[in-house]
């Protein structure tokens, strides 16, 4: 069963950083795509950045130059530098992994899995 499970989250003040971690469980000998959300109360979780096996990375528009993901493929695990916050940036952050894939030929566990977010304040 796979399980996700983000950490890091905390209170900043306006300008500062956090790093955010991600970490897939359940996919033994498999490797998934990695992705970052977030959801302001009251409004709609959107995209923020998504990194592949290969490491290739996509960036919302909103994030690009502040935001940062990465990931540690050995140990299933994502991560994401947020810099340079607004209070508007205030919100739950989650994680969500996709489209595993295995080097060793075996079936992974297809599907998408959320994490239960982790939350994210900034204050101005």
């Known amino acids: 069963q796979v399980q996700v499970v983000e950490s890091g989250g905390g209170s900043v003040q306006a300008g500062g950083s956090l790093r955010l971690s991600c970490t897939a469980s359940?996919?033994?000998?498999?490797?998934?795509?990695m992705s970052w959300y977030r959801q302001a109360p009251g409004k709609e979780r959107v995209f923020l950045a998504i990194i592949d096996y290969y490491g290739s990375r996509v960036y919302a528009d909103s994030v690009k130059g502040r935001f940062t993901i990465s990931r540690d493929n050995d140990k299933n695990t994502a991560y994401l530098q947020l810099n340079n916050l607004n209070s508007e940036e205030t919100a739950v952050y989650y994680c969500?992994?996709?489209?595993?894939?295995?080097?060793?030929?075996?079936?992974?566990?297809?599907?998408?899995?959320w994490g239960q977010g982790t939350q994210v304040t900034v204050s101005s």
């Open positions: 969500k992994s996709e489209n595993p894939i295995s080097q060793y030929g075996i079936t992974c566990p297809r599907g998408d899995y």
């Open positions: 359940g996919y033994d000998y498999c490797t998934a795509t």
